[in-house]
């Protein structure tokens, strides 16, 4: 078998007459990031010198249907229970608080009078027995 060493490159012959490549660890994600490089380098003809973004728009490029993009100003530690909440649930922090927003306007909007008070009393008084 003859070997021939070119850089890090073995080449080998094989007793069939077949060349065979054997290469390190190392060598495998080298040569990976060579042709990843070499690929992008290849595409980089079609790029334009420059561009024209006079017309360009700031912001999302996909519009959200249903949703407005709006700032609002919250207490740090209403932002941060929030977040952690969140994190917990591995969900987003501003889902939370949609929800939380939308389960507040479900809520009944009578305001709380006495009799309001003894008829909420009664009903869990009635599911307790």
């Known amino acids: 078998m003859r070997k021939v060493n070119s850089a890090s490159l073995r080449l080998e ?15 495998v994600i080298a040569l ?3 042709l990843l490089a070499r690929r992008a380098n290849q595409r980089q003809p079609n790029m334009r010198k420059e561009y024209d973004f006079s017309r360009g728009k700031r912001g999302a490029v996909i519009p959200s249907p249903g949703k407005t993009r709006i700032t609002i100003m919250l207490d740090d530690d209403v932002i941060e229970t929030f977040r952690a909440k ?16 939308r389960t ?26």
Do not use: C
């Open 13 to 27: 012959w094989t007793r069939w007459g077949e060349l065979s490549w054997s290469f390190t660890h190392r060598e």
């Open 32 to 34: 990976a990031w060579y």
């Open 86 to 101: 969140a994190e917990a649930a591995g969900r987003g922090y501003q889902t939370l608080i949609n929800e939380a927003l």
């Open 104 to 129: 507040s306007l479900k809520g009944d909007d009578r305001p709380l009078t006495a009799k309001v008070m003894r008829e909420i009393v009664r009903e869990e008084l009635a599911h307790s027995r």
